[in-house]
Every structure is written in C-alpha cells, then in structure tokens.
C-alpha cells in the first residue's frame, strides 16, 4: 500500500470539477500535487480559473500548475520529467454525452490520444499507479441494471462512452503489456459544489432562476444514479493507495437511482432554501416533458458490491443534502456575489 503523505501525484484535468476537488483533498492529505489542464473554453474558463484558486490555498507550497494540452506529446513528456509522479490521476477528458454528438473530433483527440500520450508517459516513467475516470456511459442502453462491473459494454450510444470504452481497453493493454498497475473508475453523474455547468442541475439552476423553462427528457422518467462528489473524492483516495496487480475497473456510484421528476422537485426545494429562487417559485409552470435526446440512455444504476469488498466503502451523501450544499455553494458563488 501507498502512503498519501509521501506521494508526488499528477492530477490532470486538475481545473475541472472532479479533478480540482481530487487535488484539493490530496494536498489537505500531505501529498505533493500537481495539476495539468488546457483550461479550453468548452463552458466558462472563470469558473475553472475559480477552481484552481481554491485548490491553491490549500497548501500553496505543496502544490503546482501547468497550463498544458495533454494532445501534444512533447507537453505530456515535459510535465512527467519535470514533476516525476508517483501516482497519476487522469481526469482530463472532453466531457458530454450531447457534445461529442456534434464534435466527435474535439472528444476523440482528448479522451483517446491525450490519455494514449499519458499512458506512454506513465510506462517511460515507471509510474506506480495510474487511476483515469471511465464513465458510467459505457454500459449503454441494453444492460439490466443495477451495471456490475462484468456485464456487457460493448454497445455505447454515444461517442463520448465509445471513447471511455476505448480508454479501459487501452489501460488494460498497457497494464497488461508492461506491468502499469491502472484502475480505471466508471462514475455514476457526480454533482455538487464547483460543478460543470453543462451538467442538468447545474443548467435547471441556471435556467430557472432566469425564468426560463426546463426539459425533463425521457418525459421526467430518466433515471439516475446521483453520486456526491465529496464521496467520489473519498473513493479515489481510497483506490490510489492501492495498485492493483492487474488492470481493474471499478464503479463508482451512490447505488440508489432518482427518477429525474424527483430530482427537479429536490432541487427546486433547496434552491428555494439557499434563497436562489423565490418562496413562492412555480416549478410546475417552467417544466416541459419531452422525448429522449440523442446519446441518452434511460438509467443508471451502479452495483457497488465490487468496490464495497475490495475497499469498505459506499457513497453515504443523501441527495437531498447533496444538492443543498450545492444550493448554498451556488447561492455565494452567483446571487450573493458575481460569480467567478
């Protein structure tokens, strides 16, 4: 096992959601960090420029960025001689289901050579352990849920969850091939504080308190395995410290899937709260139910057996308490304040 308070850890995508969390927490562990992200402007650099702040005052002596593009190999191969890692956690990707339908070459380049350039890397370099973010998407449409981690993924219905597939064969190759201990995560829709915008609660927030409308796809029935991010945070911690001697993949979920009705009507509520929207706030009049969405898939739900064994852990955050910290985050962040 890894000791967190020795480590050099290279968190890439480190100006995003997940990734700057994950920093922030393993700089509050006593590791040494540093964050790698091309800060591309797929939604508002501010917000990612906020993010780095925030990870920064953590422990400003343990902790580096670099502006960088994952794309370009010279630049991979620079930031693995000049930081040296330990372990690497690879975060950096093109997010969005929707996006990659209409830019499949902006999704294919990040998830898929940026994480080959990184995998290369990690063998020149002898790295003791690679943990990367999968997805929940590459289970598809046609899985029986809850998804263990041995049921079928060989049908996406996107191209982004084609790209996360690809990235788990890859890192099983190189794991296999020379030794590279990987684990790679399948995540089940993170939320929560110092989230991604394009992400449906975020956007409901955004749209509703605007006085515009929502769409509820799948006509409110979609459902979802809502997964708080301090949780997530927690089970990457507690995968980093232990390579594995084979490449593995795990789930990482809450386990208990929300219909998308309830989730507006929980969210609504803690916005309410947080006073973002008014006491007497109309839900009902702002919802429009509609058809599906092209690359959507109608559930998620994550089997968490695996992971609960190997790592006595399962994510504990209600969703009623997750979304009212997000509420109050967004509440100081975009109403009380200017935003980022």
Request: charged share 20%; glycine share 6%; hydrophobic share 40%.
């Amino acid at each position: 096992m890894l000791d967190i308070k020795c480590m050099t850890v290279l968190v890439t995508g480190a100006a995003g959601f997940i990734g700057a969390h994950v920093a922030r927490r393993l700089l509050a562990l006593g590791s040494a960090v540093t964050g790698v992200d091309n800060l591309n402007t797929y939604y508002d650099p501010k917000l990612k420029l906020h993010r780095l702040t925030v990870v920064k005052q953590t422990a400003p002596d343990k902790w580096r960025f670099i502006h960088g593009d994952l794309t370009d190999q010279a630049v991979v191969e620079q930031v693995f001689t000049d930081t040296h890692p330990d372990v690497v956690v690879h975060l950096a990707a093109q997010a969005g289901v929707r996006y990659s339908v209409t830019n499949p070459g902006a999704c294919v380049a990040s998830n898929l050579l940026g994480f080959h350039h990184v995998l290369e890397a990690c063998r020149q370099t002898h790295v003791k352990h690679l943990i990367y973010a999968s997805s929940s998407s590459v289970y598809g449409d046609d899985t029986t849920p809850p998804f263990a981690e041995d049921a079928k993924a060989d049908h996406p219905v996107s191209l982004y969850a084609a790209t996360k597939r690809c990235d788990e064969l890859l890192a099983h190759s190189y794991g296999t091939l020379y030794a590279l201990p990987c684990t790679g995560l399948r995540f089940f829709t993170v939320y929560g504080p110092m989230g991604r915008p394009d992400m449906a609660y975020f956007k409901f927030t955004d749209k509703l308190r605007r006085g515009e409308d929502i769409d509820l796809y799948n006509h409110g029935h979609c459902q979802r395995d809502f997964t708080y991010i301090d949780d997530v945070v927690e089970g990457v911690v507690r995968v980093l410290c232990r390579p594995p001697a084979l490449p593995t993949v795990y789930n990482l979920g809450c386990g208990e899937p929300v219909e998308l009705t309830e989730f507006v009507s929980t969210l609504h509520q803690a916005l309410i709260n947080a006073e973002v929207l008014p006491a007497d706030h109309d839900l009902a009049a702002h919802m429009h139910r509609v058809s599906m969405q092209p690359g959507d898939v109608q559930t998620t739900w994550a089997d968490m057996s695996r992971f609960m064994t190997k790592f006595d852990f399962k994510p504990t955050t209600t969703l009623r308490a997750g979304l009212r910290t997000f509420a109050e985050w967004y509440a100081n962040m975009y109403v009380k304040n200017t935003g980022p």
